[in-house]
C-alpha cells in the first residue's frame, strides 16, 4: 500500500530564515530522502519563491496548483521541510486541511516530524505548529516597522533599496551634479515653467533617474515635491522631523513647490479642461452652454444635440478667434472704473446673499412646477421648457457665485490690464481660467448674421460681466 503513495513535494524560498540552511535545493533534497525513506514515490515538486513569508497578499502559484492536485485526487500525502515552509497563517493552514479532509488526503510529513492530519492530535499538533511559525513571522515584522519608525523619529534615512536621486548611497551626502539638477528643476518649476518642459530639459540632457529611466511628469513631480530636498524626514503617519542631511533647497521653496506642484485643480484641470472658455459660452438661440472640441483640426466651441447635449445644435464659432475677443475684453474690463469698483473687496456680501436668495426661490419655483405638472395643471412640453429655462439660470447663479469666490484671481491686475496682457502669454491655462472667471459670468455666442464671413463679428458676442 505504501509504495503506491504518489507524493506533493513543496518547498518554498523565503528571507525569514536566511542563513539557516534553507536553500530551496536543501529542501527538496531532504524532502525527496524522506520520500524514499518511506517507499513511496513523487509525483511532483512545488516550489514558490516569495521573498518575504509574511507578506500574505502575494500569491503562491505553486502551492495553488498543489492544492489544485489534492483536490483532484491526484495526490495522497504532502512532504514538507518544515510546517512554515507550507502556510504563512494559521487560516491558510484550515483551508489546506479542508481541502486534504475532502480528498481522503491525511498525511503530512516534514523532515523533523509527521501529521496524520484524520486525527484530532495531528490536526492539533499542525496547528499549534502553524501558530507559532505565524507569531514569529509577525514578530519580526512588528520589529521591523518599529526600527524603521526609530529611524524616521530620528531623522536618519531609510536605509535599505534604492538611492534616492540628489544623495549617495549613504543617502545622507548630496550627489553634486544630482542635487545640482534638483535645484535649478525646482527654480524654474517655481517661475511657473510647466513639468512637461523641465522633463524635455531633463532628457534633452540626458539626465536619468537613479533607476536609469527617462524622467516623466509623474517621477519629476514626486521628485521636486518630495520633503527629503528640504531636509525633512517624512514617515507615515508619524509627524515630520528635521533631517539628519542638510537640505538641497530651501525649505520655504520646497512649501511653494508642494503648492503649485500639488494643487489638485492643476492637476484634474490639465486633463479635463483644455479650453479657455470651458463652461462658459452659452448659446444665444437655446440658451445651453456650448461644448468645446476640435473638428477638423480647427477648435470650435458648438452648441451640440445628442444623448448627452439638449442643444438646438445651430451654434457653432471658432474657439480661438472666441477666445482671442474675450480675453481683449477681460483685459479692458479690468481698466475700466466700473469693473474697478464692482470687484472692489467689500461689495462680495450683499451680492452673495442676493444670489443665494434667487437660487433658493428658483429651486422652490422648481418644486411647485413639478408638482404642478404632476397635479396635471400643465402639460410636459409646458414644464420641461420652463424647467430647462430655470435650469439654465440656476447654472448662471452658481457660476456668479464660484466667480465670487474665486474673485482673488484678478485682484492683482484691477486697473493694470496692460500689465495682465504682458504677462498673459507664459500664463498656464488655469491662471487664465481663474482670471476671466472672475470677472466673466458667461459669454453668450448669437447666430451668424453675414454667412462665411471670416474673423469674429463683434456683434455675435454678448459678455455678462460680473456685476
Ligand atoms: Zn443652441
Redesign the pocket.
Given at each position: 500500500m505504501a509504495t503506491r503513495r504518489s507524493v506533493a513535494i513543496y518547498a518554498r524560498i523565503s528571507q525569514d530564515r536566511g542563513g539557516e540552511g534553507l536553500g530551496v535545493d536543501r529542501q527538496l533534497q531532504d524532502c525527496r530522502e524522506k520520500t524514499a525513506r518511506l517507499g513511496w514515490t513523487v509525483a511532483d515538486e512545488y516550489v514558490d519563491n516569495d521573498i518575504s513569508a509574511y507578506d500574505r497578499r502575494k500569491k503562491r502559484p505553486a502551492y495553488e496548483r498543489m492544492l489544485a492536485d489534492i483536490a483532484a485526487g491526484e495526490r495522497d500525502a504532502v512532504v514538507v521541510y518544515h510546517i512554515d515552509r507550507l502556510h504563512r497563517a494559521p487560516i491558510e493552514l484550515e483551508r489546506f486541511v479542508d481541502v486534504c479532509s475532502i480528498a481522503g488526503v491525511k498525511d503530512l510529513k516534514t523532515v523533523s516530524g509527521d501529521y496524520d492530519l484524520g486525527t484530532g492530535d495531528g490536526l492539533l499538533h499542525a496547528r499549534l505548529l502553524g501558530i507559532v511559525a505565524a507569531a514569529e513571522g509577525d514578530a519580526k515584522s512588528r520589529r521591523g516597522k518599529r526600527k524603521m519608525r526609530e529611524k524616521a523619529e530620528n531623522g536618519q534615512p531609510h536605509g535599505g533599496g534604492m538611492r534616492p536621486f540628489g544623495f549617495e548611497k549613504d543617502q545622507i551626502t548630496h550627489h553634486p551634479e544630482e542635487a545640482a539638477v534638483i535645484r535649478e528643476a525646482a527654480s524654474r518649476a517655481l517661475a511657473g515653467e510647466s513639468l512637461t518642459s523641465l522633463v524635455r530639459w531633463l532628457d534633452e540632457a540626458d539626465v536619468r533617474t537613479v533607476t536609469g529611466r527617462p524622467w516623466a511628469t509623474t517621477t519629476l513631480r514626486q521628485l521636486l515635491t518630495n520633503p527629503r530636498n528640504w531636509g525633512v524626514r517624512t514617515y507615515k503617519g508619524a509627524e515630520p522631523v528635521k533631517a539628519v542631511w542638510e537640505p538641497i533647497i530651501d525649505p520655504a521653496d520646497g512649501a511653494r513647490l508642494r503648492s503649485v506642484l500639488l494643487d489638485p485643480s492643476r492637476r484634474t484641470n490639465r486633463t479635463a479642461r483644455r479650453y479657455l472658455l470651458s463652461g462658459l459660452g452659452r448659446?444665444g438661440?437655446?440658451g445651453?452652454v456650448l461644448v468645446s472640441h476640435p473638428k477638423r483640426g480647427v477648435r470650435k466651441y458648438e452648441?451640440r444635440t445628442s444623448a448627452n447635449h439638449k442643444?438646438?445644435?445651430?451654434?457653432s464659432i471658432t474657439a480661438e478667434l472666441l477666445e482671442e475677443w474675450v480675453v481683449e475684453a477681460v483685459l479692458h474690463a479690468l481698466d475700466s472704473p466700473a469693473m474697478a469698483q464692482s470687484l472692489a473687496p467689500g461689495s462680495d456680501d450683499t451680492e452673495t446673499e442676493r444670489i443665494r436668495a434667487e437660487v433658493t426661490r428658483l429651486r422652490q419655483r422648481q418644486e411647485e412646477l413639478a408638482e404642478m405638472y404632476a397635479d396635471g395643471e400643465i402639460d410636459r412640453a409646458g414644464w420641461s421648457t420652463a424647467r430647462n429655462r430655470m435650469q439654465n439660470r440656476v447654472r448662471d447663479l452658481d457660476s456668479a457665485l464660484a466667480g465670487l469666490t474665486r474673485r482673488h484671481a484678478a485682484d492683482p491686475y484691477l486697473g493694470k490690464g496692460e500689465e495682465l496682457r504682458q504677462q498673459w502669454e507664459q500664463m498656464n491655462l488655469d491662471r487664465q481660467v481663474a482670471i476671466v472667471k472672475s470677472v466673466l459670468n458667461h459669454v453668450t455666442v448669437l447666430p451668424a448674421t453675414v454667412p462665411g464671413r471670416h474673423g469674429l463679428d463683434p456683434a455675435r458676442v454678448q459678455p455678462d460681466w460680473r456685476r
Open positions: 448659446c438661440r437655446c445651453e452648441c442643444g438646438c445644435g445651430k451654434i
